[in-house]
Antibody
């Protein structure tokens, strides 16, 4: 069973950079044909895809967030990470990491973490 | 960025069937097999229920099914059970971009 698990600070100050790590157990982050992604859910709102990455560093970014987002992979630790710069209160959300199955034409997110609440506040 | 429209809420009694719609603003769901559906119980990890429009992952009950008409994809849940009460989200893969619907709260009466 694949178990992604988010970790990182729960509180970030406005204008600073939000940093989260997803540690994957039960599967290698280098497994084909899986990408690894981040999705967020602001309080009371729906889900928003942020970005996805392959073990070789290939990435897809949501155009609305692309200028502020960086993703990276650490194969030795079986982890991948998200950095979101210049955060504001609108970036307050539960952040989920998930496995992304590129073996399917719908590229679904087939395993999700429990989520990590990140609050942007001074 | 396109958006997928879902009803805010639906409800049904145990044993009944309900359908949740997901309508694309452009041609998001016209490509039928690029739609997936997720179940989300509050505080838990979202769960993939349907992919490629109408396929179920291993372990998902056959009470869940997907369909499409025009630019609207639908999720049908038959034989409603109390544990089906959750939020449901559709998602469409559009080129190199993934867009979610706003979510539908299913209440089992």
């Amino acid at each position: 069973q694949v178990l992604p698990q988010e970790s990182g600070p729960g509180l970030v100050k406005p204008s600073e950079t939000l940093s989260l790590t997803c540690t994957v157990s039960g599967d290698s982050i280098s497994s084909y044909p899986y990408y690894w992604g981040w999705i967020r859910q602001p309080p009371g709102e729906g889900l928003e895809w942020i970005a996805s990455i392959y073990y070789d560093g290939s990435t897809y970014y949501n155009p609305s967030l692309k200028s502020r987002v960086t993703m990276s992979v650490d194969r030795s630790e079986n982890q991948f990470s998200l950095k979101l710069s210049s955060v504001t209160a609108t970036d307050t959300a539960v952040y989920y990491c998930a496995r992304h199955n590129f073996g399917s034409v719908s590229r679904p997110f087939d395993s999700w973490g429990q989520g990590a609440l990140v609050t942007v506040s001074s | 960025q396109s958006a997928l429209t879902q009803p805010a809420s639906v409800s049904g009694s145990p044993g009944q069937s309900i359908t949740i719609s997901c309508t694309g603003a452009n041609s998001d769901v016209a490509t039928y097999n690029r739609v997936s559906w997720y179940q989300h119980h509050p505080g838990k990890a979202p769960k993939l229920m349907i992919f490629e429009g109408n396929k179920r992952p291993s372990g998902v009950s056959n009470r869940f099914s997907g369909s499409k008409s025009g630019n609207t994809a639908s999720l049908t849940i038959s034989g409603l059970q109390a544990d089906d009460e959750a939020h449901y989200y559709c998602c469409s893969y559009v080129g190199s971009f993934w867009v979610f619907g706003g979510g539908t709260k299913l209440t089992v009466l």
